[in-house]
T-cell receptor, first 113, second 116 residues
Framework: DGGITQSPKYLFRKEGQNVTLSCEQN?????MYWYRQDPGQGLRLIYY???????QKGDIAEGYSVSREKKESFPLTVTSAQKNPTAFYLC????????????FGSGTRLTVV | AQKITQTQPGMFVQEKEAVTLDCTYD???????LFWYKQPSSGEMIFLIY??????QNATEGRYSLNFQKARKSANLVISASQLGDSAMYFC?????????????FGAGTRLFVKA
């Protein structure tokens, strides 16, 4: 079955460490997104990509980086510059049509220790 | 600026009854889409229903319907015949077509508790 796979499910980061969250989709969707969710809040857009080798910053891109070398893959790196990275991270994708809802992965919960 | 407001942090409903989750939005784009998502305790977001700004009829998907009142900028979700499995967080979301990129903004969510 088609879908989005995020890994790992839980991730622990030490202070000053970079970590990479994986997002892979087999839906043949063109556009992919990374959102951050904090307790009691909605989702905030970090980065998005509409085509391979191209991506744009979202509302809270500082301290994060992404790449889109393959259509299926959109990894997110949380760098040491991100001062408050503890959150739930969700990856999503969509075929290129406005009337479609996102398909989401199951998320990665990142905790700074 | 685009904005989504969900004023109900938590709602309780008796099993088999209907419940309405409120959502208001603000946008200056005449072309936009409104969405509702469900987030169970597992964390994965599930797309429930879509309403386009030019759609004349309210959207329905099974037990879900969207009460779209364009002049009031309201897009409430109605769940009929609630089930225990409906207990979850529900997010209202909006996408402005002219912004491009299929970007979507989300409200803060409403937690629904279904009582047996």
């Amino acid at each position: 079955d088609g879908g989005i796979t995020q890994s790992p499910k839980y991730l622990f980061r030490k202070e000053g460490q970079n970590v990479t969250l994986s997002c892979e989709q087999n839906l043949n969707h063109d556009a992919m997104y990374w959102y951050r969710q904090d307790p009691g809040q909605g989702l905030r857009l970090i980065y998005y990509s509409q085509i391979v080798n191209d991506f744009q910053k979202g509302d809270i891109a500082e301290g994060y980086s992404v790449s889109r070398e393959k259509k299926e893959s959109f990894p997110l790196t949380v760098t040491s510059a991100q001062k408050n990275p503890t959150a739930f991270y969700l990856c999503a994708s969509i075929p290129g049509q406005d009337n479609y809802g996102y398909t989401f992965g199951s998320g990665t919960r990142l905790t700074v220790v | 600026a685009q904005k989504i407001t969900q004023t109900q942090p938590g709602m309780f409903v008796q099993e088999k009854e209907a419940v309405t989750l409120d959502c208001t939005y603000d946008t200056s784009d005449p072309s936009y889409g409104l969405f509702w998502y469900k987030q169970p305790s597992s964390g994965e977001m599930i797309f429930l229903i879509y309403q386009g700004s030019y759609d004349q009829q309210n959207a329905t998907e099974g037990r879900y319907s969207l009460n779209f009142q364009k002049a009031r900028k309201s897009a409430n979700l109605v769940i009929s015949a609630s089930q225990l499995g409906d207990s979850a967080m529900y997010f209202c979301a909006m996408r402005e077509v002219n912004t491009g990129g299929f970007k979507t903004i989300f409200g803060a969510g409403t937690r629904l508790f279904v009582k047996a």
